[in-house]
């Protein structure tokens, strides 16, 4: 047995066995409720800088494939769980080599509900997983050392160069520009499949960049990091919604939104994470179970202006969703790719390529 911990900020330590890189990683200690779907949970920009703990109580079962993740590496810094399987079935990959070849440490053996616990009633926080040996002292200074998730601007760190997609059959609907602070692989891929031509373009495009595109719809997607620390993208996006044409935001891309509409953000105790969300649809009453990945959230625009709530937690009663009522921009701050996670919500990326091609449609004629 290799030894291996979890510090805390708060001094609180959990004691258990390593696999995965012999190394010691500093972040925000988070944890997710999701069952299934690690490999492209460990994939998702948006846990850029995050130790992610895994509350489901056995983790690696069906090894990793090809395919699957959400970006092209793993971009948790390092993962926690009660349970660690190195199972490749059918020809796959065991997870725990997979995270020693990206240079992922992982610490299991420990007591996982009590770490939620923990971090349900303190909040997030800094953390260090230690697997080298490290001592303790050690860990607390460099956490010490180490910038709180609040305050940084990440997307540069996730964010790719520009890349583009095609629908896999059939004609081109539209346009698509995807703005990619940290954006899941899935959401290009299913806006394509709904028949958009599908335009990624780096975190830091400006309205200049896409009028030189000409899209038919902006899609501004999620990312890791601190929405108030990213006034430049604000300012982006703000300018964006000069171009008039249907604007829509996943998770920190309708925080972005909020931000350019003069809404405020601020930080989550715990956040939201896993697949098993519920979110009210207002105007419908319908509850949709919802893939979550955030620690930010908006605050609530005053009552009476142009823009409304949509979607709202049944857990806190945070915003969950925006409209303006009076053009088609919109956004979510949940995942309706889901990936992992139910389809619920799946058919308001359908429903953003039909705006945008009926937008196609109306300059065309």
């Known amino acids: 047995m290799t030894p291996a911990y979890l510090l805390l900020e708060d001094g609180t330590r959990f004691d258990g066995e390593a696999a995965g890189a012999t190394t010691v990683v500093l972040?925000?200690?988070?944890?997710?409720?999701?069952?299934?779907?690690?490999?492209?949970?460990?994939?998702?920009?948006?846990?850029?800088?995050?130790?992610?703990?895994?509350?489901?109580?056995?983790?690696?079962?069906?090894?990793?494939?090809?395919?699957?993740?959400?970006s092209d590496r793993v971009q948790a810094i390092?993962?926690?769980?009660?349970?660690?399987?190195?199972?490749?079935?059918?020809?796959?990959?065991?997870?725990?080599?997979?995270?020693?070849?990206?240079?992922?440490?992982?610490?299991?053996?420990?007591?996982?509900?009590?770490?939620?616990?923990?971090?349900?009633?303190?909040?997030?926080?800094?953390?260090?997983?230690?697997?080298?040996?490290?001592?303790?002292?050690?860990?607390?200074e460099q956490i010490a050392a180490t910038p709180a998730m609040a305050g940084q601007d990440l997307a540069a760190t996730v964010s790719r160069p520009r890349r583009e997609q095609v629908p896999p059959a059939g004609a081109t609907r539209c346009t698509i520009a995807l703005l990619d602070y940290g954006a899941k692989d899935s959401i290009g891929a299913l806006v394509a499949e709904a028949g958009a031509r599908v335009v990624?373009?780096?975190?830091?495009?400006?309205?200049?960049?896409?009028?030189?595109?000409?899209?038919?719809?902006?899609?501004?997607?999620?990312?890791?990091?601190?929405?108030?620390?990213?006034?430049?993208?604000?300012?982006?996006?703000?300018?964006?919604?000069?171009?008039?044409?249907?604007?829509?935001?996943?998770?920190?891309?309708?925080?972005?939104?909020?931000?350019?509409?003069?809404?405020?953000?601020?930080?989550?105790?715990?956040?939201?994470?896993?697949?098993?969300?519920?979110?009210?649809?207002?105007?419908?009453?319908?509850?949709?179970?919802?893939?979550?990945?955030?620690?930010?959230?908006?605050?609530?625009?005053?009552?009476?202006?142009?823009?409304t709530i949509t979607h709202a937690s049944l857990y806190d009663q945070t915003v969950e969703g925006l409209r303006v009522t009076d053009r088609p921009v919109w956004s979510m701050q949940f995942h309706p790719e889901a990936s992992p996670g139910p389809h619920d919500a799946r058919a308001a990326l359908v429903a953003f390529v039909d705006e945008a091609a009926a937008h196609h449609e109306r300059r065309s004629s």
């Not at 990945?293 to 009552?303: D, E, M, R, Y």
């Open 27 to 70: 972040g925000e200690a988070v944890f997710t409720t999701g069952m299934t779907g690690y490999q492209e949970t460990l994939t998702d920009p948006s846990f850029a800088g995050q130790i992610i703990t895994f509350s489901a109580p056995m983790i690696g079962n069906y090894g990793v494939e090809d395919g699957v993740g959400e």
């Open 200 to 307: 990624t373009v780096p975190h830091d495009a400006t309205a200049a960049d896409l009028r030189a595109i000409d899209p038919d719809g902006i899609l501004l997607a999620n990312g890791p990091g601190d929405p108030g620390a990213m006034d430049r993208h604000v300012a982006n996006v703000r300018d964006m919604l000069s171009l008039d044409v249907p604007v829509f935001g996943i998770c920190l891309g309708h925080q972005l939104l909020a931000r350019a509409l003069g809404l405020e953000t601020y930080k989550l105790r715990f956040g939201h994470r896993g697949a098993n969300h519920p979110v009210l649809e207002t105007a419908t009453g319908r509850v949709l179970v919802t893939s979550q990945n955030h620690g930010f959230a908006v605050k609530a625009p005053a009552t009476g202006g142009t823009v």
């Open 78 to 140: 390092g993962m926690v769980c009660r349970e660690a399987r190195n199972a490749a079935p059918a020809g796959r990959v065991g997870l725990l080599d997979w995270l020693t070849e990206h240079g992922v440490p992982v610490l299991f053996g420990i007591d996982t509900r009590a770490l939620v616990q923990h971090l349900r009633d303190r909040g997030a926080m800094r953390a260090a997983l230690v697997t080298d040996g490290t001592p303790p002292d050690a860990a607390a």
